[in-house]
């Protein structure tokens, strides 16, 4: 019986990429939320688990960010030696194809709740990134955004002996980092108003900017269907579109690597890793 399960799991999976094919071939404007699990081959660690519980501690939340500088100080020391690998994540199966797909006409709209932005780096154009993007840093009294890669180099400069600290990564950019004593940190200012910086994302407990949602929700009502790649769907800023596409009546399908929150409302829903079998599209 052993001897065939290879063939039966690659049954099982050409069986899927057939579905999920078909799906797509059955309608031209396909409204695309991706998450976490689109960038796991790219390097980028998940969240949660095939239950949709959380793999490690929870992340920073906004109220603490803002109103602790001992948070600060281990948010970007962690991110410090976290971001040297994550900065050089590239795009992976997965994002090529989804660029495919927008370049057919297929796809006219992509929603990531990743702030990696390996889907632009794919070629995607149309794309809403809900929880905002990594590489920028935003002055919280100011509003300037300063390149991730500028601020990278000054945390370095002045935290030279965190810098050369090695660590396993953590969704983010982050690595783990704990245990350790972040007194010492410095964190550096807003070059241009001594404000305090903060990673140009949503954090937990941080509103999605209106605007974004408002365009998304615009994106769904003009779909005829829903696809949800790589996410669990557990947090409500992602969840909402599925909710607005089942109130419109529009099949969704999930490709998605164990339960999403959104299982009792797919037309579809594929277990298989993203990248597997969006490599057919």
């Not at 992976?92 to 370049?103: I, P, Y």
Request: charged fraction near 25%; aromatic fraction near 8%; glycine fraction near 6%.
């Amino acid at each position: 019986m052993n001897l065939h399960l290879p063939s039966l799991l690659d049954s099982g999976l050409e069986r899927d990429r057939q579905r999920l094919r078909d799906f797509i071939q059955s309608h031209t404007r396909l409204f695309v939320l991706t998450g976490a699990g689109c960038s796991t081959d790219s390097g980028i660690p998940d969240y949660r688990d095939s239950q949709g519980g959380w793999k490690r501690p929870q992340p920073v939340t906004y109220q603490a960010f803002m109103g602790e500088q001992q948070t600060r100080q281990r948010y970007w020391a962690r991110s410090l030696v976290g971001w040297r690998r994550f900065g050089r994540a590239r795009p992976n199966t997965s994002h090529h194809a989804l660029a495919k797909l927008e370049a057919a006409g297929t796809l006219p709209c992509l929603v990531t709740q990743n702030v990696d932005r390996l889907h632009q780096a794919a070629g995607s154009n149309n794309v809403i990134d809900l929880h905002g993007r990594l590489d920028r840093v935003r002055c919280m009294s100011c509003e300037t955004r300063l390149p991730r890669e500028a601020f990278q180099a000054e945390l370095t400069r002045l935290n030279p002996d965190w810098a050369r600290l090695e660590a396993n990564d953590a969704p983010d950019g982050d690595a783990d980092l704990d245990e350790l004593d972040f007194s010492s940190f410095q964190v550096p200012p807003c070059p241009y108003c001594d404000g305090l910086l903060k990673p140009d994302v949503v954090f937990f407990g941080e509103n999605v900017p209106r605007e974004r949602v408002e365009t998304a929700m615009q994106a769904v009502q003009s779909a005829d269907a829903m696809l949800v790649v790589g996410s669990s769907l557990m947090v409500y800023s992602g969840y909402r579109f599925v909710l607005a596409a089942a109130r419109q009546g529009k099949p969704i399908a999930a490709l998605n690597m164990g339960q999403t929150r959104a299982d009792a409302l797919l037309s579809l829903k594929i277990e298989q890793p993203c990248a597997s079998v969006l490599a057919s599209m």
